[in-house]
Nanobody
């Protein structure tokens, strides 16, 4: 069992930056793919970024490519999402998630989820 706790959300202006963190409990964190997803009001949860167990492979949604960077520190059991050049349409609750078996973008395939952290970008 893995427990995930996100932090770092808040209010930013358009063009600004935020860094999200996701702290994981459990000794198997380093073997999991970790992903970030987001959900805006009235919309479905969508994929943002994922990183494989070693950090050697990453993938991004087209909407954030070139602006967001996912990274991980397995020694600290933490995954990060650096968000630059923020836009109002990035406003959402951001969730950290872990997948035991795959490296992918599909929401339902992720096994563990955090509670989410709110990101609000003002224009």
């Amino acid at each position: 069992q893995v427990q995930l706790v996100e932090s770092g959300g808040g209010l930013a202006q358009a063009g600004g930056s935020l860094r999200l963190s996701c702290a994981a409990s459990g000794h198997t964190f380093s073997s999991y793919t970790m992903g970030w997803f987001r959900q805006a009001p009235g919309k479905e949860r969508e994929f943002v970024a994922a990183i494989n167990w070693s950090g050697g492979s990453t993938t991004y949604a087209d909407s954030v490519k070139g602006r967001f960077t996912i990274s991980r520190d397995n020694a600290k059991n933490t995954v990060y999402l650096q968000m630059n050049s923020l836009k109002p349409e990035d406003t959402a609750v951001y969730y950290c998630a872990g997948d035991r078996r795959r490296f992918g973008k599909v929401t339902r395939e992720y096994d563990y989820w955090g509670q989410g952290t709110q990101v609000t970008v003002s224009s």
